[in-house]
């Protein structure tokens, strides 16, 4: 299957007062359609700008950017802002941790959706009105022709979110990017939601990229997975792949960090040392040398000196400088634990 949206080699830097952050430093990824990619990472590794880059909502003025985003054949990255405002909505479109932000006061909640259908498909407000009832329903919003006239405040949390749900899937988009949408919501709702987007997945034939900290919420709904850290790829494949059989020291501090996936075995948990790098002066060589316990493995300093570089084959790869065998003996105890 061809890709829906490409990703190659993307940079993207912006300039602040105290000089050039590397948000993102030669990133590339492949997806097609249905299919749910998790990109994973502690805040700061440039998860959320690779997204907003997609978008084209990043500051074109403050941002340098190279590199290519195809989605569906068109380099967005040489679009026009009307060209990218025409596919936002339509052809892709987002939902962040915070429905609050991205759903205004003033306006009831089937205006909002309903407007943001005139827009793509130029209907009357009638249509537009019948669409966003439908829609509640879709997301699961009981009494939705009552409810459609309701304001933001007067939804709970939850209902906010499938509502602003319901908003990005209105003009049935083919790339759905989700920024850690369920972060903000106790566990009972934040499945409710997870089960949502599954099953509109199905239907709709989505592709998802799905934001998170969290692998659990990785373990539930992705298909591929990609791991970033200092705004570089360190590990991808796909999620058995990825969470089964860790390969770089990155993902196995993550999962070392976590209750145990399976929920049976009593692993204590290893937080990873130290914090996420800066971006204004990200460490040298493999970028999370300062952090990792088996630096000390590769011999003539190798990780703080030169980079690792990240060789995919057929999906899968991993950014590291040590060998098969080392990371055979090394990551026991993980394999064992699980
Ligand atoms: Fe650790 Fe070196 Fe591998 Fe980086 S390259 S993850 S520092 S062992
Ligand atoms: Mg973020």
């Known amino acids: 299957q061809q890709p829906f949206l490409s990703v190659k080699d993307l940079k993207v830097h912006f300039s602040t007062e105290d000089g050039i952050v590397k948000a993102v430093d030669g990133l590339s990824f492949d997806l097609v359609k249905g299919q749910t990619l998790g990109i994973v990472g502690e805040s700061g590794s440039g998860k959320s700008v690779t997204n907003l880059t997609i978008l084209g909502l990043h500051d074109r003025d403050r941002t340098a950017i190279e590199g290519e985003i195809l989605l569906d054949g068109k380099d967005l990255l040489t679009a026009s802002e009307r060209e990218l405002e025409r596919l936002r909505g339509n052809k892709m479109s987002m939902i962040f941790q915070d429905a609050l932000a991205s759903l205004s006061p003033y306006h009831t909640i089937g205006t909002q959706i309903g407007e943001t259908y005139r827009k793509h498909t130029g209907c009357s407000k009638a249509e537009a009105r019948k669409r966003a009832v439908e829609m509640l329903r879709r997301v699961g919003i009981p009494q939705p022709d009552m409810r459609v006239d309701d304001y933001p405040h007067q939804f709970s949390g939850g209902m906010r979110q499938r509502a602003m749900i319901a908003m990005a899937l209105v003009c049935d988009p083919e790339l759905l990017i989700a920024d850690e949408p369920t972060t903000a919501l106790d566990v009972t709702v934040q499945a409710q939601i997870m089960d949502l987007l599954k099953d509109l997945q199905q239907e709709f034939g989505t592709a998802i990229i799905f934001i998170t900290h969290d692998l659990g919420v990785i373990a539930d709904i992705a298909d591929d997975v990609l791991v970033m850290y200092g705004g570089r ?88 400088h040590l060998t098969e065998t080392q990371k055979q003996e090394l990551f026991a105890d993980f394999a064992a634990t699980r």
């Open 233 to 320: 790829c360190v590990e991808r494949g796909t999620k058995k792949q990825v969470l089964g059989d860790p390969q770089h020291p990155y993902t196995l501090g993550l999962l070392n960090s976590m209750p145990s996936l399976k929920g049976s075995v009593d692993v204590p948990l290893t937080p990873i040392p130290g914090s996420p790098p800066s971006l204004l002066n990200p460490p040298s060589g493999c970028r999370f040398h300062p952090r990792c316990a088996f630096a000390d493995k590769v011999a003539g300093n190798l990780c703080s000196s030169e980079r690792p570089l990240l060789e995919v084959v057929e999906g899968r790869g991993s950014a590291c």
